[in-house]
């Protein structure tokens, strides 16, 4: 068992296949994913969860997250007996959350109901705009109306927690349709928004090929300040750097990360972080599914962890916790990181005299605006030496 308080637990289960890859997307996912390939890689799933089980410890699980790729193309029967598996093999709290992610296609949502009887009850909708010719642009192959549908069908089937992505600073956007977007997101009532600006990643199409008419940094500074200000209007509260909530219902899943929590992994490409007697360790599994799933019918166990060193154990809590606009205690990083508060106020108090973070009374940091404006500049100081 740990020593003192031990960090909630999650879950993150990978499935990685998409009807077709978005030009904007750098996630481990892969167009495909026929019948046998689905049953294979849900055998693979659910013996990874059984051996994952065994670290951890005793703690139940806080969150499960289903990511992908397109999670919504496994059938609710196949999403119910992963589920079935994990309660199975390991403790939920009363009040797990369990999200899905979907998308709006006809043929991408799935059967909604069925996913909520067997135990999903927080669901994630890949909207990514409400104008056609920026759908068009992303690659995504539904239509605005497919959104609105979706998120009528989620209330019908019993979800009171719905999450809507949509991406602003697109091809050819400007201030006012990207305040469309936000007005059209609001107007199906979720309860989350997850507003983000497009970037192009390596190894994606659109980083090969970048498309024309791409906001320029001013642009997307003044469409970032006008979609806060309109999302704070509308009733939701910003709690992380591209997350809103209403009503309190901020993404606990999400939150366990940003507060360098406890995750278990299962899935191609899936990554996890353990708090272990020995220190804190991290680990992956095979990106490329079939490696994964042969590695699973032989070997049947997780892959090697690797410990986290103390530089990289500032660096990636800092990476975290200040993308939270509400920062973090002092208390939070001794127990998560086991790191003296030393290492931690050597590298803040210099920042703090910058005017990019703020606290130090009562043992509370948080970033500034002005720190939020220039985020990577500021998690780049918490990289080791």
């Not at 799933?45 to 051996?51: F, G, H, K, S, V």
């Not at 709006?104 to 999903?120: F, S």
């Not at 090929?209 to 309109?230: K, N, T, Y």
């Not at 070997?299 to 975290?320: H, V, Y």
Request: charged share 25%; hydrophobic share 40%.
């Amino acid at each position: 068992m740990l020593e003192g308080a031990a960090p909630p637990l999650s879950l993150y289960v990978h499935l990685p296949w998409c009807v077709q890859k978005c030009p904007y997307c750098d996630f481990n996912s892969y167009a495909g994913g026929d019948d046998a390939s689905r049953r294979r890689y849900l055998d693979a799933i659910c013996r990874d969860i059984e051996a994952e089980a065994a670290s951890a410890d005793g703690r139940p699980l806080v969150s499960i997250f289903l990511g992908g790729g397109t999670p919504s193309l496994f059938r609710a029967d196949e999403i119910g007996r992963l589920l079935d598996v994990v309660r199975s093999q390991l403790a939920c709290a009363d009040d797990i959350e369990i999200t899905m992610e979907a998308n709006p296609g006809a043929v991408e949502r799935g059967d909604l109901r069925g996913y909520r009887d067997a135990g999903v009850n927080r669901l994630s909708i890949g909207a990514q705009s409400f104008d056609p010719a920026s759908l068009a642009v992303l690659g995504r192959i539904h239509g605005v109306e497919d959104i609105g549908m979706t998120a009528a069908e989620a209330a019908g089937a019993g979800f009171d927690d719905i999450n809507i992505d949509i991406m602003y600073a697109l091809p050819g956007q400007d201030v006012a349709a990207a305040l469309s977007d936000i007005d059209a997101a609001a107007s199906l009532e979720p309860t989350h928004l997850s507003w983000y600006q497009l970037t192009l990643e390596p190894n994606t199409v659109f980083y090969a090929r970048p498309p024309a008419e791409m906001p320029d940094e001013d642009l997307s500074f003044a469409i970032q300040e006008a979609g806060e200000a309109r999302l704070a209007e509308l009733g939701f509260e910003r709690y992380e750097v591209s997350a809103w909530a209403r009503g309190g219902r901020r993404c606990r899943h999400n939150l366990n990360y940003w507060s360098f929590g406890d995750y278990l992994a299962a899935g191609a490409g899936a990554h996890g972080k353990l708090t272990t007697p020995a220190g804190i360790v991290r680990y992956r599994k095979p990106a490329n599914p079939l490696q994964y799933m042969q590695q699973m019918e032989t070997r049947g166990e997780p892959g090697g962890a690797q410990t986290i060193s103390d530089g990289d154990l500032l660096f990636e809590f800092m990476l975290n916790a200040l993308r939270l606009v509400d920062g973090f205690d002092e208390r939070l990083f001794e127990e998560r990181t086991r790191l003296p508060l030393r290492v931690l106020r050597e590298r803040l108090l210099p920042l703090e005299t910058r005017g990019l973070v703020a606290g130090g009374e009562a043992g509370h940091w948080q970033p500034t605006p002005r720190g939020r404006q220039f985020l990577n500049d500021l998690q780049a100081h918490f990289l080791p030496d």
